[in-house]
C-alpha cells in the first residue's frame, strides 16, 4: 500500500461525507427499532456542513483538515453522536499532526487514535454494541493487510475492500450482542436480535470508500 496524498484523504472523508448523508434515512431506521431513531439524522445534520464547507476547510495539513472537520461535527451533531463521531477526528487529527501525505503506518495511527477517543469519550468497550464492532476489527484487517505481500499492489485496494468486508461481517454479527451504551441498553434483551446501527453505519461508509478508492486507484484505473 503505497502512501496517501491529501487527494486520497479528501476522497476518502468526502466519500464518507456523501455517504452518511445519503444514508440516513437508512440509518435512522436502524437506530429506531431499539434506539431513539435519530442517529442518521444527527450525523447528516454534521455532515451536510461539512459538504457545504468543503472547499473552505483548511488543508495546511492532514491533521489541521481531520481537526477542523472534527470541531465542526462536535458543533452540529446532536445526541451523544456529536461528541464520540467529533473526538475520532480530533484524535485523529493529532496523530497526523502537520503530515501532508500519510504512510499505511500513519493511517493505522490515526484509526487507533480515533478508537482510542472514541472508547474514552463514550467510555465503551469491545462486544458492548456499538460502532467499535465494525471499526475495530476493519482496522486490524487492514493493519495486517498492509504488512502481507499478497496485498501489495493496486494502491492498497484489495487491502481496503477486505476491511471493508470484514466491517460488513463485524456489524451483522452486532446482532447477537447485548446492547450496553446509549438508549439501546435500557432496552436490555430486546435489543438481542437487531444490528447496531452505528456499526452497520461503519459497514456501509467503509464499503463506499473502498469502492471510490478502487475506481480511483485498482487494477484498469486511469493514471
Same mark, same amino acid.
Given at each position: 500500500?503505497?502512501?496517501?496524498?491529501?487527494?486520497?484523504? $479528501?476522497?476518502?472523508?468526502?466519500?464518507?461525507?456523501?455517504?452518511?448523508?445519503?444514508?440516513?434515512?437508512? #440509518?435512522?431506521?436502524?437506530?429506531?427499532?431499539?434506539?431513539? =431513531? $435519530? #442517529?442518521?439524522?444527527?450525523?447528516?445534520?454534521? #455532515? *451536510?456542513?461539512?459538504?457545504?464547507?468543503?472547499?473552505? +476547510?483548511?488543508?495546511?495539513?492532514?491533521?489541521?483538515?481531520?481537526?477542523?472537520?472534527?470541531?465542526?461535527?462536535?458543533?452540529?451533531?446532536?445526541?451523544?453522536?456529536?461528541?464520540?463521531?467529533?473526538?475520532?477526528?480530533?484524535?485523529?487529527?493529532?496523530?497526523?499532526?502537520?503530515?501532508?501525505?500519510?504512510?499505511?503506518?500513519?493511517?493505522?495511527?490515526?484509526?487507533?487514535?480515533?478508537?482510542? =477517543?472514541?472508547?474514552?469519550? %463514550? %467510555?465503551?468497550?469491545?462486544? *458492548?454494541?456499538?460502532?467499535? $464492532?465494525?471499526?475495530?476489527?476493519?482496522? $486490524?484487517? +487492514?493493519?495486517?493487510?498492509?504488512?502481507?505481500?499478497?496485498?501489495?499492489?493496486?494502491?492498497?485496494?484489495?487491502?481496503?475492500?477486505?476491511?471493508?468486508?470484514?466491517?460488513?461481517?463485524?456489524?451483522? *454479527?452486532?446482532?447477537?450482542? +447485548?446492547?450496553?451504551?446509549?438508549?439501546?441498553?435500557?432496552?436490555?434483551?430486546?435489543?438481542?436480535?437487531?444490528?447496531?446501527?452505528?456499526?452497520?453505519?461503519? %459497514?456501509?461508509?467503509?464499503? !463506499?470508500?473502498?469502492?471510490?478508492?478502487? *475506481?480511483?486507484?485498482?487494477?484498469?484505473?486511469? !493514471?
Amino acid at each position: 500500500m503505497a502512501q496517501a496524498s491529501f487527494d486520497d484523504v $479528501d476522497l476518502v472523508i468526502k466519500t464518507m461525507a456523501t455517504t452518511i448523508v445519503d444514508n440516513a434515512d437508512y #440509518f435512522a431506521q436502524l437506530d429506531s427499532i431499539v434506539g431513539d =431513531g $435519530d #442517529f442518521g439524522y444527527s450525523l447528516r445534520n454534521g #455532515f *451536510e456542513v461539512v459538504i457545504s464547507d468543503w472547499d473552505s +476547510l483548511d488543508r495546511s495539513s492532514v491533521g489541521a483538515f481531520l481537526k477542523k472537520i472534527g470541531i465542526v461535527i462536535s458543533g452540529k451533531v446532536g445526541g451523544v453522536s456529536g461528541p464520540i463521531w467529533g473526538t475520532a477526528f480530533l484524535r485523529a487529527g493529532a496523530a497526523t499532526a502537520d503530515k501532508t501525505e500519510l504512510t499505511p503506518d500513519d493511517v493505522i495511527a490515526a484509526l487507533r487514535a480515533a478508537i482510542t =477517543g472514541i472508547m474514552a469519550r %463514550g %467510555g465503551a468497550s469491545l462486544g *458492548e454494541k456499538t460502532l467499535l $464492532d465494525a471499526l475495530v476489527p476493519a482496522t $486490524d484487517s +487492514l493493519e495486517a493487510s498492509i504488512k502481507d505481500p499478497a496485498f501489495v499492489g493496486n494502491h492498497g485496494c484489495a487491502a481496503i475492500q477486505q476491511a471493508a468486508d470484514v466491517a460488513v461481517a463485524a456489524a451483522e *454479527e452486532t446482532k447477537t450482542m +447485548l446492547a450496553m451504551r446509549g438508549r439501546a441498553a435500557y432496552t436490555g434483551e430486546r435489543s438481542i436480535g437487531s444490528v447496531d446501527a452505528g456499526a452497520t453505519a461503519i %459497514g456501509v461508509i467503509l464499503q !463506499a470508500i473502498a469502492k471510490a478508492w478502487c *475506481e480511483k486507484h485498482g487494477e484498469g484505473a486511469s !493514471a
